[in-house]
């Protein structure tokens, strides 16, 4: 997983954004990963600074993943971005 983070001075709630190719796998699986994602980041939405723009990147890898897998990917790829208090 590729996690990107882009600090804005907006006024804004964070923005997430989610890439999930076709090397991740069919329709069913791609939109499931994505779901996924979106849940995740729905839980870590109020520690990430205002007016951030987050960009995830799922990797072929992503797809095999279960829930908890994901999760901690996601949180380690915060914490070595940005101060988010996950």
Known sequence: ???????????RA?????????????AVVRNT???RLKAICADLL????E????????????ATADFGDLRADVD???RRLSPVKS
Do not use: E, N, W, Y
Not at 46 to 49: G, H, K, L, N
Not at 51 to 62: E, H, W, Y
């Open 1 to 11: 997983m590729i996690v990107s983070l882009l600090p804005r001075s907006d006024q």
């Open 51 to 62: 007016g951030t723009d987050v960009v995830i990147r799922a990797l072929p890898a992503s």
């Open 33 to 35: 990963v994505r779901r």
């Open 46 to 49: 109020s520690a990430i600074p």
């Open 14 to 26: 964070a923005r997430f954004g989610f890439i999930v190719s076709k090397q991740v796998g069919t």
């Open 76 to 78: 380690r790829c915060f």
